[in-house]
């Protein structure tokens, strides 16, 4: 079959997302024990083609009883914990577990690392829930907490029918917990109590194939500190290069390029946000904020996020970028224990280029002290990438809609950033 057939096939699918969903499955197909979790969970298979027609709830809603009412018992030894992150202690707890076990390349050169000023913002957005911000603790004295989930509340659109879901991030276990089937009892209990909430959609990303992604973005990076990447191994030399030409082809200018450009501030949000929502809505998966959540996520924080508008004379809101910032920690570097990378989060250009506001975000992130400025290929990022020389990492993201089928969509199609 070649390509334009089977594009035919998949009328609203991405053929390369389509093709390699299914080498993969292929792949798996003569595993027996492939996906004993997943392949019991409200998630289309690897193999299954999905049609406009049946997009939808995989199973239907659950009445109130019957959603089971105890948590899902744990191994003897742990135990279940809400994680107040309120509380100083458990958060720096929490910063602690994530710290040491949470994402890492595949190279095992670097590892997130969330600030607790970071998780504190991504953790309590309008209608967050404490019994969502869930801990394994060990039961023995010590009481260390070794695993955890959470759920945040969120409105998403997906092709044009507004859901109430939410977002799962962090599942972390610690590493000498791993591969003791403990995920996917983390997983059952934070949907047993969103269930519990009456929300029976979620969406989640991560970087392994599961079943079954509904987009596939790819990482791309900009290098604010070359010297620095290439001493940590974040990148190389390329051919023929030096590295003074190197930081010569990188280097920016000390100061913005546009007049006018400001931090967000509150007078402001009403208009950043109407600006901003308007934009969305003409991807067919976006996230839809009501005043007080667009608040939360775009005022700026100190080393958090970080978000600045242009505006007319009228003081309405034109234009809009915003960034956030999580380091990695450089596994067994003892000069750069630490990368610091900024995350393209939404933008939105209507009186300039996008590309030339862009510019501006790389001068910014660089000004703050940014080694590196990450975006994925998802919204209108591809238009700037070549411009602005971003490349292509080896990293990839795959969406996931739980209990939602739907076939794939570009990452073009997408207007969704989670942290
Ligand atoms: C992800 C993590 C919690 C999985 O725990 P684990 O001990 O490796 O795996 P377990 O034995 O508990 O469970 C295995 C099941 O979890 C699933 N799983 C693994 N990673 C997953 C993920 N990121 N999201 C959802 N399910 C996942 C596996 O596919 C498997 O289910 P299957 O048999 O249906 O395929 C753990 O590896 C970890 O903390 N990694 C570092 C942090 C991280 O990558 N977090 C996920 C960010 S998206």
């Not at 948590?71 to 003897?76: D, I, K, R």
């Not at 009892?185 to 079943?211: C, D, H, M, S, W």
């Not at 970080?306 to 596994?331: A, M, P, R």
Request: proline share 6%; glycine share 4%.
């Amino acid at each position: 079959m070649n390509e334009k057939e089977e594009e035919k096939h998949q009328p609203n699918g991405t053929p390369e997302i389509t093709q390699l969903i299914r080498q993969l499955a292929i792949g798996s197909s003569n595993s027996s024990v492939r996906h004993q979790f997943w392949s019991t969970q409200p998630v289309p298979s690897l193999e299954e083609q999905t049609t406009d027609a049946e997009e939808g709830p995989i199973e239907p809603d659950k009445d109130p009883e019957d959603i089971r009412k105890e948590p899902y018992p744990l191994l003897p030894q742990f135990e279940w914990t809400e994680c107040d992150i309120e509380n100083p202690k458990e958060l720096e707890e929490l910063y602690r577990l994530l710290n040491a076990n949470y994402v890492e390349d595949d190279d095992a050169m670097f590892r997130f690392d969330y600030s607790a000023a970071f998780l504190y913002w991504a953790l309590k957005p309008p209608g967050w829930r404490k019994d969502w911000h869930i801990g394994v603790r060990t039961g023995s004295s010590s009481r260390r907490l070794v695993a955890f989930i959470s759920a945040i509340p969120s409105t998403i659109c997906i092709k044009g029918k507004l859901l109430k879901m939410v977002e799962i991030n962090f599942l972390c276990i610690h590493k000498k917990l791993r591969n003791k089937r403990l995920a996917p009892v983390l997983i059952k209990e934070i949907t047993r109590r969103v269930n519990q909430a009456g929300i029976f959609q979620a969406v989640y990303t991560a970087g392994i194939v599961l079943p079954r992604p509904v987009a596939r973005c790819r990482y791309y990076h900009r290098s604010l500190n070359p010297k620095k990447l290439i001493q940590v191994g974040f990148s190389r030399l390329g051919p023929r290069m030096t590295l003074s030409r190197t930081i010569r082809l990188y280097a920016l200018p000390q100061d913005i390029t546009m007049t006018g450009l400001e931090p967000l501030s509150p007078p402001y949000v009403s208009s950043a946000r109407e600006l901003l929502s308007q934009y969305l809505t003409r991807f067919r998966l976006y996230v839809s904020f009501s005043e007080e959540e667009f608040s939360h996520w775009f005022l700026p924080r100190e080393n958090v996020i970080y978000c600045y508008i242009l505006k007319n004379e009228q003081g309405v809101v034109t234009d809009l970028i915003s960034f956030y910032e999580l380091s990695s920690t450089v596994i067994q570097n003892d000069k750069y224990p630490k990368l610091r990378a900024a995350y393209s989060f939404y933008n939105v250009a209507t009186t300039v280029s996008l590309e030339s506001l862009m510019y501006n975000a790389l001068i910014l992130a660089k000004q703050q002290g940014f080694d590196v400025f990450n975006a994925l290929d998802l919204m209108e990022n591809e238009t700037f990438f070549k411009a602005l020389k971003f490349h292509p990492g080896d990293g990839f993201l795959h969406y996931y809609l739980y209990n939602w089928r739907c076939s794939t969509l570009s990452p073009a199609e997408l207007g969704l950033v989670l942290l």
